[in-house]
Antibody, heavy 118, light 108 residues
Framework: QVQLVQSGAEVKKPGASVKVSCKASGYTFTSYYLHWVRQAPGQGLVWMGLINPSGGSTSYAQKFQGRVTMTRDTSTSTVYMELSSLRSEDTAVYYC???????????WGQGTLVTVSS | EIVLTQSPGTLSLSPGERATLSCRASQSVDSSYLAWYQQKPGQAPRLLIYGASSRATGIPDRFSGSGSGTDFTLTISRLEPEDFAVYYCQQYGSSPLTFGQGTKLEIK
């Protein structure tokens, strides 16, 4: 069965970076783009960007340009999202989700809580 | 960027009642690439509807979606206790992908 399993919760200080992983299984890793969506406490869903696991190309939301980097490791079917220069407003649950062109997000990871606090 | 506005913000209904949730887009959504998700506390969103009106695998037929262009609706015909949650619409036809702010469906 399709699974997206994310790394565990993180606590970071302002100005630091965090790297969250998302390990895919149960399907052909390179057949689906993987996206990152975040949700601040009590707030809605915000799209951060995507990575094409096949070639590694990325596209980031303007809001996160310059601070986010998405990478993948095809040998382990894992994608990574690194967010730098963390501030308190980055405290959120970060989700990975898979998608193909013209389709919605059909599977999501369980989410990773990132807390930014001094 | 396509802005999605959901209404109402909160909907208070009783089990067995009909729920109607609205999602309005700031510009036309390409090819009805509009989805609805349900989210319960502590869980990831779950896909309910895609292509504005197609139910995702395993979704009960009490959930239905309609609309095109800029106006979309999610209808739950007879509310079950497990339906009380937050619902989000999303457009996935153009970048950046965007979500509505959510409608909280609560028990009256």
């Amino acid at each position: 069965q399709v699974q997206l399993v994310q790394s565990g919760a993180e606590v970071k200080k302002p100005g630091a970076s965090v790297k969250v992983s998302c390990k895919a299984s149960g399907y052909t890793f390179t057949s689906y783009y993987l996206h990152w969506v975040r949700q601040a406490p009590g707030q809605g869903l915000v799209w951060m960007g995507l990575i094409n696991p096949s070639g590694g190309s990325t596209s980031y939301a303007q809001k996160f340009q310059g601070r986010v980097t998405m990478t993948r490791d095809t040998s382990t079917s894992t994608v990574y999202m690194e967010l730098s220069s963390l501030r308190s407003e980055d405290t959120a649950v970060y989700y990975c989700a898979r998608k193909q062109l013209g389709t919605p997000f059909d599977y999501w990871g369980q989410g990773t809580l990132v807390t930014v606090s001094s | 960027e396509i802005v999605l506005t959901q209404s109402p913000g909160t909907l208070s209904l009783s089990p067995g009642e009909r729920a109607t949730l609205s999602c309005r887009a700031s510009q036309s959504v390409d090819s009805s690439y509009l989805a609805w998700y349900q989210q319960k506390p502590g869980q990831a969103p779950r896909l309910l509807i895609y292509g504005a009106s197609s139910r995702a695998t395993g979704i009960p037929d009490r959930f239905s979606g309609s609309g095109s262009g800029t106006d979309f609706t999610l209808t739950i015909s007879r509310l079950e206790p497990e339906d009380f949650a937050v619902y989000y619409c999303q457009q996935y036809g153009s970048s950046p992908l965007t979500f509505g702010q959510g409608t909280k469906l609560e028990i009256k």
